[in-house]
């Protein structure tokens, strides 16, 4: 997949202080450094908009407290299923962005 380019403008300081967090950190360079900076917080962003949905349909309908034993039997079947069912269920709840699972 072919990306795109971006220019940025980073004040001398800053960028001065991603040469040093790049080498100390192990990256190839500041490009490599932002590309995961960037990453990350696409993730987080995923994350927090994903809660978010699950916090607004809170109390949005009547909820079956589970036994340990009820609990423990769904954990074992969800096992059990295959990737494209694990990723139905997510999109249900609309958790399919979810990186950090």
Request: charged residues 40%; contains cysteine.
């Amino acid at each position: 997949m072919q990306g795109k380019m971006i220019h940025l403008r980073v004040p001398g300081t800053l960028y001065s202080k991603c040469v040093q967090i790049a080498k100390e950190s192990g990256f190839n360079g500041v490009q490599e450094l932002t590309r995961q900076a960037l990453r990350e917080k696409v993730d987080d962003i995923e994350l927090k908009a994903s809660i978010e949905r699950i916090r607004s349909a809170m109390g949005t309908s009547e909820v079956k407290r589970l036994s340990k034993k009820e609990r423990e039997e769904l954990f074992q079947s969800f096992l059990k299923d295959t990737e494209q069912d694990k990723l139905k269920l997510l999109r249900e709840f609309g958790l399919e962005d979810v990186r950090k699972l």
